[in-house]
């Protein structure tokens, strides 16, 4: 299994969609994580950071599930402003680098 | 406080050119890192960086130097461009590491090596 892998979509949905994304990692000791969103031609920005469980902040939650190494992260009431790729990614060594899934589309239509 | 900037923004090189991206944060972080994105990869890391004066290599480091002399820049070079070192170029920073500390990214750098 590649170190983290999403679907990388896209997700197409109407304004005021729940919509969910999956990303499964293979280092089973990971315990924390991060959600990026990366608009297009635009550099990657940090969305949520999560440790241990999971994450809630307005629409967006996030959640862990390190029996089954996976992530979710769960857009509630989506807006238009909501499309982008969003990134799963995961601390990496101890040099603090980050690794990247290769991120999955949303889009968000009127 | 700009954050993290990049020059140049854009850039067109032949085969078997030199350049060199700069990198500057203001945030005064020990951490710098150069990533490469390409299209239906995520994000690698090329170099990093864990203080004034020292680097290391990432996933991909080579054709690539770098060097940090002033604890603001982190300078990525290619010695001699290939086209497979077509790609977006985002240098980041963070004050530390750790799932609470986050990596801020600069613009990025959008090079093609024909």
């Known amino acids: 299994r590649k170190e983290v892998e999403q679907d990388p979509g896209p997700f197409n949905v109407p304004e005021g969609a729940t919509v969910a994304f999956n990303c499964t990692y293979s280092?089973?000791?990971?315990?924390?994580f991060f959600w990026y969103r990366q608009d297009c031609r635009k550099e990657p920005k940090l969305l949520m950071s999560?440790?241990?469980s999971g994450n809630e902040d307005g629409r967006f939650t996030a959640q862990l599930n390190r029996a089954s190494q996976y992530i979710s992260l769960l857009i509630r009431d989506s807006k238009l402003s909501d499309s982008a790729t969003y990134l799963c990614?995961?601390?990496?060594?101890?040099?603090?680098?980050?690794?990247f899934g290769k991120g999955t589309k949303l889009s968000v239509k009127p | 406080n700009a954050g993290v900037t990049q020059t140049p923004k854009f850039r067109v090189l032949k085969t078997g050119q030199s350049m060199t991206l700069l990198c500057a944060q203001d945030?005064?972080?020990?951490?710098m890192y150069w990533y490469r994105q390409d299209p239906g990869m995520g994000l690698r890391l090329i170099h990093y960086?864990?203080?004034?004066?020292?680097?290391a290599k990432g996933e991909v480091p080579d054709g690539y130097n770098v060097s940090r002399l002033k604890k603001q820049n982190f300078l990525l070079g290619l010695e001699s461009a290939a086209p497979s070192q077509t790609s977006v170029y985002f240098c980041?920073?963070?004050f530390g590491v750790g799932w609470s500390y986050e990596q801020y990214f600069g613009p990025g750098t959008r090079l093609t090596v024909t």
């Open positions: 980041a920073s963070s």
């Open positions: 960086s864990v203080g004034e004066g020292t680097t």
């Open positions: 990614v995961l601390p990496g060594g101890s040099q603090g680098n980050l690794i």
């Open positions: 280092n089973s000791a990971s315990q924390s």
């Open positions: 999560v440790y241990s």
């Open positions: 945030m005064n972080h020990e951490y």
